[in-house]
């Protein structure tokens, strides 16, 4: 919090833009039911259920309108 509030005051520099938007989450129950990875695949991936597994590459995502 220290480094927010410094540049907050020293800088006039706010944490979040002026033009912020209320979101909501939606998290669905997972399944009793689902699939799980090994335990050496879980580690790997940082989850258990391969449902919840969205790896990052690193690209921006297609299908915009300035694609």
């Known amino acids: ?3 927010i509030d410094k540049a907050m005051r020293d800088y006039g520099i706010s944490p979040l ?3 912020t938007a209320e979101t909501m989450a939606y998290i669905p129950y997972q399944q009793q039911n689902s699939k ?3 335990p050496a695949q879980a580690l790997e991936s940082g989850t258990i259920y391969p449902v919840l597994d969205k790896p990052f590459y690193g690209s921006k995502c297609s299908g915009g309108k300035d694609d």
């Open 1 to 3: 919090m220290e480094i």
């Open 17 to 19: 833009p002026s033009d």
């Open 36 to 38: 799980t990875y090994t």
